[in-house]
């Protein structure tokens, strides 16, 4: 089992980044989602669990971690993406994800679990007292100047395509977590330090 301290690089090895704070704050379970194509995305996770003391688990570094050992598992992952409109494997990433949230809740100070969740059944899963999450972030795209319901014309088609993908999933994560008052949206403006002075204002209070 991989044990998670702290944070995680850009390969999804776990690396010491100093001992947690102690405090009420890090006691707290965050979401943190990211639309695709944005600048900082996992970095972003790293400065909020910095900022606020929390640990920090990439879901997405995770499974690619896990596809590259060639375990069992990931194998079993790789041929479930490599397959044109197959089923989504939620039983193995769930399966993966237990092992590390249970690292987490074994050391007693609160996480920031990235990318996850952006399906509804992936909500449902996280959906008890050990794995809820009590803050559910999700940064986005600036609104164009035009309004919200402007064409995204300024993005290559293969982003507006992925976009497209990303909100049809995320629109029943959005509502689960609004009719629970803990979602938060944020418009990735500025630079990394002022997006995370904004995301922890909220982790903080």
């Not at 790789?78 to 987490?104: K, R």
């Amino acid at each position: 089992m991989r044990v998670l301290i702290w944070q995680c690089d850009e390969v999804g090895h776990w690396l010491t980044g100093g001992s947690p704070q102690r405090g009420r704050q890090n006691m707290l379970q965050v979401s943190l989602i990211s639309e695709p194509g944005l600048a900082y995305g996992v970095d972003l996770a790293k400065a909020l669990g910095k900022a606020t003391g929390l640990l920090v688990c990439s879901v997405p570094d995770l499974i690619r971690a896990e596809c590259e050992e060639q375990t069992a598992r990931g194998q079993q992952i790789t041929e479930a993406f490599a397959t044109p409109d197959g089923p989504y494997p939620y039983e193995l990433i769930e399966d993966l994800l237990q092992n590390s949230i249970s690292s987490l809740a074994r050391l007693g100070v609160g996480w920031v679990l990235f990318n996850f969740p952006m399906r509804l059944r992936q909500a449902e899963y996280l959906d008890t007292p050990i794995y809820r999450p009590d803050i559910v972030m999700e940064v986005v795209h600036p609104t164009p100047d035009d309004g919200p319901d402007a064409a995204r014309t300024d993005l290559p088609d293969p982003l507006q395509q992925a976009l497209a993908q990303h909100h049809a999933l995320m629109a029943p994560v959005r509502t689960f977590y609004r009719d629970r008052g803990i979602f938060h949206t944020f418009e990735e403006r500025g630079d990394l330090a002022d997006l995370t002075a904004r995301l922890s204002a909220i982790v903080m209070r």
